[in-house]
């Protein structure tokens, strides 16, 4: 074993954890554009979940950068030691028999396809929140596309840093079609269909 570490087997306590809980665990990735949603759809959706009596929590790319990845930047490097870190604690909070609802922009395909590995492809459902960069551009919730345009970001994903769209996810949710409500209906369904 690498390092001397011997990981101890929790397997039966994980089982124990989720079934007091009444359901599986999963994590609900949600990836877009700064300003696509992912926030204001993920805070709907959990209280949704929690009003319905499932077991949550919710990691946002916002709250985890001031805290546990404070220090972390928008490089390509930064941004992939971000998701690894959130990836590891999406996967503890699945190991507690949580719904884990994770909110980042994550611009990668590697990026996703790397939380997905780590908590398990079973344990994972990929959502893309699909709003056009003029939408996001136009709604400029924190004015942070005025300021990379006049080249005060740099590596601002869809301005000057890439943005790869899910080929397939496993839900796709354009905003400029549905509401909040609607989103939250259909997120709702597919996350039922999967912790049975
Ligand atoms: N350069 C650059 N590119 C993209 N986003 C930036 C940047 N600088 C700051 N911000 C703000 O950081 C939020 C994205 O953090 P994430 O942890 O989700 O990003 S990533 O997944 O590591 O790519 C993102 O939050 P959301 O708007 O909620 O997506 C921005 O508010
Ligand atoms: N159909 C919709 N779904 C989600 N957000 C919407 C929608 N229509 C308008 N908005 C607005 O778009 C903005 C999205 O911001 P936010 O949730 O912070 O995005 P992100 O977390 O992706 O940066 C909010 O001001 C929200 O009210």
Redesign the pocket.
């Known amino acids: 074993m690498e390092n001397n570490i011997f990981a101890y087997d929790y397997e039966e306590v994980k089982e124990l954890r989720s079934s007091v809980k009444g359901h599986r665990p999963i994590v609900v990735w949600l990836?877009?554009?700064?300003?696509?949603g992912?926030?204001t759809i993920a805070k709907a959706l959990e209280i949704q979940l929690i009003k319905d009596g499932f077991h949550t929590s919710t990691l946002?790319?916002?709250n985890?950068?001031t805290g546990l990845?404070s220090g972390?930047?928008?490089s390509k490097e930064?941004?992939?030691e971000?998701?690894r870190r959130?990836a590891e604690v999406a996967k503890l909070m699945t190991d507690a028999g949580l719904i884990v609802i994770a909110?980042?922009?994550?611009?990668?395909k590697a990026?996703r396809d790397l939380v997905k590995k780590t908590v398990g492809a079973s344990r994972f459902i990929e959502v893309f929140i699909d709003t056009p960069l003029e939408i996001?551009e136009e709604r400029d919730?924190?004015g942070?596309y005025q300021l990379?345009r006049k080249g005060k970001?740099?590596?601002?994903?869809?301005?000057?840093?890439p943005y790869e769209k899910p080929e397939s996810p496993d839900v796709h949710i354009e905003t400029s079609i549905f509401t909040v409500e609607k989103s939250v209906a259909i997120l709702s369904k597919e996350i039922r269909s999967k912790i049975k």
């Open positions: 990836t877009g554009l700064s300003g696509s992912k926030s946002d790319g916002d985890l950068r990845n972390l930047g928008f930064d941004r992939e971000n998701l959130v909110a980042f922009v994550s611009p990668l990026n996001c919730v924190k942070l990379a970001i740099k590596d601002f994903t869809g301005i000057n840093a």
